[in-house]
Structure formats: structure tokens, C-alpha cells
């Protein structure tokens, strides 16, 4: 019961962190409330804006292509599988210890953890368009850009967008830690205990995981929108 | 805050001065001259002088990942032969899985802190938690994937529907359950470089400890890959022990 | 095919009878029920076919004995207990089960797989073990092949595992359904033979559901004819079915051809057949051209030392002092002397060929058939007494 209590009465401060400002725990400034978050989280989702962009120039191109023709299976999957085991933070440190901190070389970093989920589930998708639908394409005399863009996209759109929200979704939390190379992510409100309090830090990972929900539900819908609407009678007609 | 990690450019003095970043303790701990102390990429050295200090926190991480990754597998393999049976399930747990794997380990990990504290539950509980979803959906997707005639054999010869389960769908599901279980293993131990923040120590730990040493970074960094690839190669052999029928080529 | 003759009889007293009592099954939401008020009885050690058009309900039927099928209405007895009396569970490890994809767990070896119920029953090692064996060899499977898997195995071989495994804890009923209808005509005919062999060892109690009628006659020693909606249109022996159909459906399902459908209910073993010239390698030819001076077929066939036909010696190979080891003509089509007269027919005209040998179990000759032997045979007094003797005959062999 005194468990239960201690932790609803965290919450609650966290709660109050999030909404309210107060004296920092070392003094003299004030800190929490929404003005005082904002900058945080905004700086985080710029990074990761920006990440996810470059990530998605650099693979969704090179998915689509090698999708098409159906060359270069081994790499594209095996590229996917190791993305995997490799730990991000050191990807990230790494990164800002060679070639400096800035919300560039960040991005790039992060950009970087967002190349295998891209690429492998743009390529994936791209196989396992029907087959048909391509050969009725060229047999009409479209161009190869062409069938890519108005016969392949369409129909491997929902599949590419699940891994760009996987994509998303891992850049996003991986930048919390950019922090730790200077950039003012949410991450200094989690690693700052004295200064914020126990409130403080709690109420940094209420926000970052309201925040990434939010971006996962957004993608969501993004997702809904992109898929053709014949695909989803299919869907539903299948199901049934 | 933490302090900044050095800028591009650094002091190549190779005599007696700290390369800017570096904590000052860092270079008091170690011999200031050449690599080391110029922060060059990797310092051989240096690696081969200090190698110890990575074993401990090498099994601790084994550790968090080995508990993480059974814990998650056993309670996702429960809950997948549960929703077989009842389909009413299955819209709420992939629902709950997939809930939980979108938060952010770090906020994961200090949304549990008021619960749980520093220390290793903090660590597993997230990361079993992230296991739950490919697991759970690989073995819905291999059960589904069982030939019915067999199952149908297999009733029909008088098995109840418990040694069906265990005797016949499970092992034939196991290709992908375990395909999930690879995928499952592999991202834990990268996610897991994270469980210092949490207080569990594991890989994470030196890694933090000294942020700007490049050689420091590209160790842990290695060491977490093999560990990857090591426990990827288990998980494929026991595979190939558990599933001879497939290797079996028509005679 | 091989076995023990001593089993037979230990066997055949376990067999049960089968006995449907208005048996009826409706599944829920449909306005007509799917089996309607069946009522059959089985006698133990006979084989039972099902036929009927696709929806007749046969296998329903079928599937409401180890109730795999729960029965709506009415009874169904195995020997004397009706099969509501204990757990589907342990009342389907009494019963035999032989399915059309056959179902055989492909992650297991096929020993294990035809291991199954008897150690769901709890048998020791070593009796699961030696009965293994003695599957294996009763159902003409090299034992080495206990150790492969499901997927090394020919469509053929899968099939008798699943016959082997379904026999395996010596039930007192078979249930088959469709059990060769996934294999080729030629392999189809085969299997058939074999089983109809391995039957007359076993005695089992059988109940055989097929769609095809001429399989239905081949192997049955009673047919129960359904028709849509699960109702019994005739229940009989085959001859019976063939010479007295009880009405009009029943005989648009039996075919037009009934006459030539005769020829199922006779055997090659039934007739005499024409000697055969033999021919061994190495011998003089002259004393082969003796022999064919008195034969009724224009060539010797060479066999082996074990009798068994290798080929037809034409002309040229006669001209030598010796037979030649490599006989010109080949020896097909080979009929098996258990082979049902239609089926003979149908080979030899496939082949386009007036005469073939005939070979027993061990595939040593037995003697020459011809058309000309069965078509005299049809027309004489003979055999006007076999079919009379057939209706009266409850078993094929």
C-alpha cells in the first residue's frame, strides 16, 4: 500500500513538473512548466525531423530501385538484420567524437540508425507487389519511373511506411541520449536529477514516451492515408 | 550536465597536455602521451593494457540480455498458445505489445524508476517488454502455418488438445518462433548498451564512463556487435538441433 | 506382402462390429441435416464402403464414429458401446485413422510416426519398437526407412506409413477416407491390391469412404450408397449393387456400364490361365522353339532363375544357339494375379496388347492372360456361376 502511494505521489509530481514551474532543486532558477519543456522536445523532434529525412533520402530511393529490378536481395535483408545488433549509442558517440557536436552531425548519426528499417522494408515491400499488376503496367508501355512511381509505390506504400515508422519511432528515442554530446534534448531533463529532481526525470520520460506515441499514432494515420483504397477493401474483405 | 565531448579538432600534442573534452581525472588515470592522450581513433595499447575492465561489465550485459530475452519468451509463448485457442485475444495483446514496445527505452526505463529503482529489474522489465511483440506475432504466424491435416491426423488418432499443442503445432511452429526469438535477441543486446541509465550496469557502463575515448567507444562497440552475432549463431544452431526434419532432402 | 500368419486369427477376434442406430447429425443454422437418420450395420471384419455424390454426407458419417463429428441424433455402436460411453480422446485411440493428405507429422521419423498411438497409450519401448518392425514389414516398407522423414518419402510410401500408423495400436475399427485419392491411377491401382492383401491377413473392421464407385466395388464387402442430404439409398454387396439397384439414382450412380462393371467382381486368380513358354538365359533356343510350337502365344517370355519375367524373346533374339540375357520385347504390362478382371482388361488395352504374364505376390509368373481367355470366359456358363456366387460371397477374397 505505501508502495502504491510513494509511486502515485511521484507521478502526481511529475505530473506537476510537466505543468507547473518551480524552483530547481539547486536553487535560483526556475524550471519545469510547459515554456520551460518546449525547447527540449522541440530541439529533439528537429533532430529527428531532420534525421529521418536524410535517412529516407538516402534509402527510400535505393529500396525502390533495387526493389524493382529484384537485385541486390542478399544485401538489402542482410543490411536490415545488422542494422539490428548495432548499439546505437555508440554509433552516435562515436560519431560526435570524430567529427564533432552539432545538431548535424547528430542528425547524421541518427540518420544512420534509420538506414535499415527503410531500406529493407522499402525492398520487401517492392518484391512482394503483385506481379501481375507490374506486367500489366509495362505491357501498357509504361516507363520504368513510371510503373515505380504510379503501379509499385501505390501498392507498397503501407508496408514502406511501417518501416519508416519503425524508423522514426528509433530515431526519435535514440536522440533523447544526444544529450550526452550536447545537443538539449529531452535526455537533459532525465539525466539532470539534480537540478530537476526526482519529479524532473520522470516527468522527462512521461514526455518523451507521450511524444513518441503520438509520432507512432501520426505515422499511423499517415499510413492509413497512403494506402490505396482498393488495398484496403481487399484487406477487409479478406479478414472477413 | 554532462560535459561536451571534444570538437573536431583536437591537440595532437602528444607530450603532456589533456586533449580538450577528456576529463581531467581521465588523463590524470593514464599516461597522457601519444594515442591516448591525442584521443586517436583506436590505441592498441591502451586496449590491450585496460581489456579487463570490460569483462565485468561484458557478462553483466549477457546477463540483462539472458534474463530479458527468457523472461519475454516464455511469457509471449504463453500468451501466444492462449490466443490460439481464443481469438479474442489476439486484437488486445498485439495491441498491448506493440503499446509497449513504441516507449522509448530510456523513458521506459525512468517511468519505472519510481516503481522499481536503480538496478536490474528496472533494466529487464523494459527490455523483456520489447520482446514481447515480434515473439508473440511469430508464433500466432507459425501456429497459424501448421498443416491442418496433421492436426486433424493427430486429433483424430486421440490426442487431447493439450498434447496436440506441445506434441505437434509447437514444434512445427518452432522455425518461426525461433526466427522471431533471432530478431528478439539481437535488438536486446543492443538496447541493452542503455541499462547503465537504469542502474544495471552491462556494456553501457565504460561506455559512458569515458565518453569522449574514441578507442573506448569502438570496444564496447565491438564487443556488442560479436556478442550480437555470438548469440545469433546459438539461436541458428539450436534451431538446426531442434527442427533435423527440415534438413531432411527427399530421398 | 508379407506376415504373420499366426496374428491373423488373434487379430480378426478383436475386430468390432460398427452399427449406425438413426444416426443423424445437423450442424448448426442448416435447414436439412447433413447425415439423415443412417442406420448400417458392420459386421466385424468386413470392409464397409461410404459412396455417394460430393455433399452426401459420407464422410460426415464416417467422422461421427470416432466423433470427430458429434452426432445430433440417434446412436452409433463399436462393437456393443456406443461411442458416447468414454472421452473422444480415449475412444479415438481405439479407432483407426487414415486420412486422404494422409497427415503425417512431418517433424517426426516415420517409426515415430507410426509410433503415435501406441505411445499415447502408454506401450514400453520395446514393444513400441517391435511392433514398429512388424508394421514396416507388413506393409512392405524397407526398415531403414523408419528413420527418414514424411518429406523423403514418395506420395506412395507416405501413404502406407499411413495405413501402418493408423494399425499401429491394432485397433478393433479402420476409418479411411479417401485414403489413395491423393495418388496417381497407376499407384492408386497398387495400393488398392496391397491393402486388399493386407486385409485378408488382418481382418479389420473398415469403414472406407470414396467418391469413385468403382473403387467402392472393388473393395468393398458391403457399399451403403448416400445421397444428398445424408440419406442411405442402398445398402449391399456389390454384385447386389450391380444386378439389382434399388432405384433410379442409385443406378445413374452406379454407372451405365454396369455390365462391364461386372468385370470388377472377378479376379485374374478366378480363371485359368494360358500356360507360359519360359525362357531361362543361357538356355539352347532350340528347346525354346519346342516349346513355342504348343504355346497358344506367338513368344517365349524369359524369366529369371526365381521365375520372375524380364522380357518377350522376338525373332532375332532367337536366332542365336543361346537365349540372350537381354530379352527385345518388354514384359508390360505385368498383371498381378490378385488384380480385379476390369483393371486387367483396362491394362492390356492401355497397352494396346492382346496378351500379358501374370505374377503372384513375389512377382513370379503365374501364367498368360489374354482377351481372348476373358471374353470367352464372359460368355460361358462358368462364369454366369461365379457371379451368382458372388452375390452370396461377403468377402473379396
Avoid at chain 1, 48 to 66: M, N
Avoid at chain 2, 177 to 202: E, Q, Y
Avoid at chain 3, 117 to 125: A, E, M, Q, S, T
Wanted: proline share 6%; with cysteine; hydrophobic share 50%.
Amino acid at each position: 500500500m505505501i508502495l502504491l502511494a510513494n509511486v502515485f505521489d511521484s507521478f502526481v509530481g511529475a505530473f506537476d513538473f510537466i505543468l507547473h514551474s518551480r524552483e530547481a532543486v539547486t536553487g535560483g532558477a526556475q524550471v519545469g512548466g510547459p515554456a520551460y519543456i518546449w525547447p527540449f522536445a522541440r530541439t529533439q523532434l528537429e533532430v529527428s525531423a531532420v534525421a529521418l529525412g536524410g535517412a529516407l533520402a538516402v534509402a527510400l530511393p535505393i529500396g525502390l530501385v533495387l526493389g524493382h529490378l529484384g537485385k541486390g536481395e542478399y544485401f538489402a535483408v542482410g543490411f536490415g538484420n545488422a542494422g539490428r545488433a548495432v548499439p546505437e549509442i555508440a554509433v552516435v558517440f562515436l560519431f560526435a567524437a570524430l567529427a564533432g557536436i552539432g545538431l548535424v552531425n547528430v542528425a547524421v548519426a541518427l540518420g544512420i540508425l534509420g538506414l535499415p528499417p527503410i531500406l529493407t522494408n522499402t525492398f520487401v515491400a517492392m518484391r512482394q507487389v503483385d506481379r501481375t499488376a507490374v506486367d500489366a503496367a509495362e505491357g501498357v508501355g509504361m516507363r520504368p519511373w513510371e510503373v515505380i512511381l504510379r503501379v509499385e509505390l501505390p501498392l507498397a506504400a503501407p508496408t514502406i511506411m511501417a518501416g519508416i515508422r519503425t524508423a522514426a519511432i528509433n530515431i526519435f528515442a535514440t536522440a533523447t541520449i544526444a544529450s550526452f554530446v550536447g545537443l538539449s534534448t529531452l535526455g537533459d531533463l532525465i539525466t539532470g536529477r539534480n537540478v530537476y529532481g526526482d519529479d524532473g526525470v520522470v516527468a522527462g520520460a512521461i514526455v518523451i514516451a507521450l511524444l513518441a506515441a503520438a509520432i507512432e499514432v501520426a505515422l499511423a494515420g499517415v499510413q492509413w492515408l497512403v494506402t490505396p483504397r482498393g488495398v484496403k477493401l481487399q484487406r477487409a474483405t479478406r479478414s472477413a | 550536465m554532462i560535459a561536451p565531448v571534444a570538437n573536431g579538432v583536437l591537440a595532437t600534442d602528444a607530450a603532456n597536455r589533456c586533449a580538450p573534452g577528456l576529463p581531467e581525472s581521465f588523463c590524470h588515470q593514464h599516461e597522457v602521451t601519444g594515442c591516448v592522450g591525442g584521443n586517436g581513433l583506436f590505441c592498441f595499447d591502451w586496449a590491450a593494457d585496460n581489456f579487463d575492465r570490460y569483462v565485468g561489465p561484458f557478462f553483466r550485459h549477457l546477463e540483462i540480455v539472458a534474463i530479458s530475452v527468457v523472461a519475454g519468451f516464455a511469457i509471449a509463448l504463453a500468451l501466444a498458445v492462449l490466443s490460439h485457442r481464443h481469438r479474442a485475444l489476439v486484437p488486445p495483446v498485439l495491441g498491448a505489445t506493440g503499446v509497449l514496445y513504441t516507449i522509448p527505452s530510456v523513458a521506459f526505463f525512468f517511468l519505472l524508476l519510481p516503481i522499481t529503482g536503480f538496478g536490474l529489474a528496472t533494466a529487464v522489465i523494459p527490455l523483456s517488454a520489447y520482446t514481447l511483440q515480434i515473439i508473440y506475432r511469430n508464433t500466432l504466424v507459425g501456429l497459424a502455418n501448421v498443416p491442418p491435416d496433421a492436426k486433424d491426423a493427430g486429433l483424430g488418432m486421440g490426442m487431447s488438445e493439450n498434447q496436440l499443442m506441445w506434441r505437434v503445432e509447437l514444434p512445427l511452429a518452432a522455425p518461426e518462433v525461433i526466427a522471431g526469438l533471432r530478431i528478439a535477441t539481437v535488438s536486446t543486446v543492443a538496447i541493452a548498451t542503455l541499462a547503465f541509465l537504469a542502474g544495471a550496469g552491462g556494456l553501457g557502463q565504460p561506455l559512458y564512463e569515458q565518453l569522449g575515448f574514441k578507442t573506448n567507444i569502438i570496444i564496447v562497440g565491438v564487443l556488442t556487435i560479436a556478442m550480437a552475432l555470438f548469440l545469433d549463431l546459438i539461436v541458428v544452431l539450436a534451431q538446426r538441433f531442434i527442427t533435423p526434419w527440415r534438413r531432411a532432402r527427399p530421398g | 506382402m508379407s506376415g504373420d500368419a499366426t496374428n491373423g486369427a488373434a487379430e480378426a477376434a478383436q475386430a468390432l462390429s460398427v452399427a449406425f442406430r438413426k444416426a443423424t447429425k445437423v450442424y448448426p443454422g442448416a435447414d436439412r441435416p447433413a447425415v439423415n437418420e443412417l442406420e448400417v450395420e458392420v459386421p466385424a471384419g468386413e470392409i464397409c464402403v461410404f459412396v455417394g455424390p460430393s455433399g452426401c454426407g459420407k464422410t460426415t458419417a464416417m467422422r461421427m464414429v470416432n466423433r470427430m463429428v458429434e452426432i445430433t441424433e440417434g446412436d452409433i455402436l463399436v462393437g456393443d458401446r456406443s461411442v458416447r460411453d468414454r472421452s473422444p480422446s480415449d475412444l479415438r485411440r481405439e479407432i483407426g485413422y487414415v486420412i486422404q493428405q494422409t497427415g503425417l507429422f512431418p517433424h517426426r521419423m516415420i517409426g515415430d510416426n507410426i509410433a503415435t498411438v501406441p505411445r499415447l497409450l502408454g506401450w514400453d519401448h520395446d514393444r513400441v519398437a517391435s511392433r514398429v518392425r512388424e508394421l514396416m514389414k507388413l506393409i512392405s516398407l524397407d526398415a531403414d526407412l523408419a528413420d527418414r522423414y514424411p518429406s523423403q518419402l514418395s506420395g506412395g510410401q507416405q501413404q502406407r506409413v499411413g495405413v501402418a500408423r493408423a494399425l499401429a495400436a491394432d485397433p478393433g475399427v479402420m476409418l479411411m477416407d479417401e485414403p489413395f485419392g491423393a495418388v496417381d491411377p497407376i499407384n492408386r491401382e497398387r495400393l488398392q491390391n496391397e491393402f486388399l492383401r493386407l486385409q485378408a491377413e488382418v481382418r479389420k473392421t473398415i469403414l472406407f469412404v470414396t467418391h469413385d464407385i468403382d473403387e467402392a466395388i472393388k473393395m468393398g464387402d458391403r457399399v451403403a450408397i448416400l445421397r444428398e442430404g445424408g440419406i442411405l439409398a442402398q445398402y449391399a454387396t456389390p454384385a447386389e449393387l450391380l444386378m439389382a439397384p434399388a432405384d433410379d439414382f442409385v443406378e445413374d450412380f452406379v454407372g451405365a456400364d454396369r455390365a462391364l462393371k461386372r468385370l470388377a467382381l472377378l479376379r485374374v486368380s478366378d480363371i485359368d490361365l494360358w500356360e507360359a513358354p519360359l525362357a531361362y538365359v543361357g538356355q539352347p533356343t532350340a528347346e525354346v522353339r519346342t516349346k513355342l510350337e504348343r504355346a497358344e502365344v506367338p513368344h517365349a517370355l524369359l524369366v529369371d532363375s526365381e521365375r520372375r519375367p524380364l522380357g518377350w524373346l522376338s525373332e532375332s533374339d532367337l536366332q542365336n544357339e543361346m537365349v540372350p540375357a537381354r530379352p527385345d520385347i518388354s514384359p508390360e504390362p505385368v498383371l498381378d494375379r490378385d488384380d480385379v478382371m476390369r483393371d486387367a482388361l483396362s491394362d492390356l488395352l492401355q497397352a494396346e496388347t492382346m496378351y500379358a504374364p501374370v505374377v503372384d505376390a513375389q512377382r513370379r509368373i503365374d501364367g498368360i492372360l489374354s482377351v481372348e481367355i476373358i471374353s470367352e470366359f464372359l460368355g460361358s456358363t462358368e462364369a454366369l456361376a461365379e457371379e451368382h456366387l458372388a452375390v452370396e460371397r461377403p468377402t473379396a477374397e
